[in-house]
């Protein structure tokens, strides 16, 4: 972890995390979903609009459900991912304030991303 990283702290998992603890099914991956769908619907009524045959509407190429799907993930909230942290029982018990990032998460993925 890079030392300009200063209000980070590192809590391990509890022995014995169950899949029905996990943060990702209490609704980061339905929030995620949510934002590619809705992504996906506006691509098909982009192509409806541009007179795509209607049979062809939904047929996207791997580059854009890519591009969709980060699209998608930036859409998720940093709320929504400690709610559902929260949720789960990993993260402790703070007053709201202090839970509020102060740095957006894509700049920590990507300084993380330049440290490995």
Not at 34 to 54: G, K, L, R, T
Not at 75 to 102: E, F, Y
């Amino acid at each position: 972890m890079p030392n300009s990283l200063t209000n980070i702290e590192v809590e391990n998992f509890k022995l014995n995390l169950t899949m029905h603890v996990q943060p990702n099914d209490q609704g980061i991956i339905h929030c995620f979903k949510a934002h590619y769908h809705a992504q996906f619907i506006s691509c098909a009524i982009n192509h409806y609009n541009a007179d795509v045959m209607p049979s062809k509407v939904y047929n996207i190429d791997q580059l854009e459900a890519m591009r969709l799907a980060q699209d998608a993930w930036n859409r998720v909230d940093t709320t929504t991912i400690q709610n559902c942290w929260t949720k789960a029982g990993i993260l402790p018990d703070l007053p709201p304030s202090q839970m509020q990032p102060t740095v957006p998460i894509l700049s920590l993925i990507h300084a993380a991303a330049t440290v490995i």
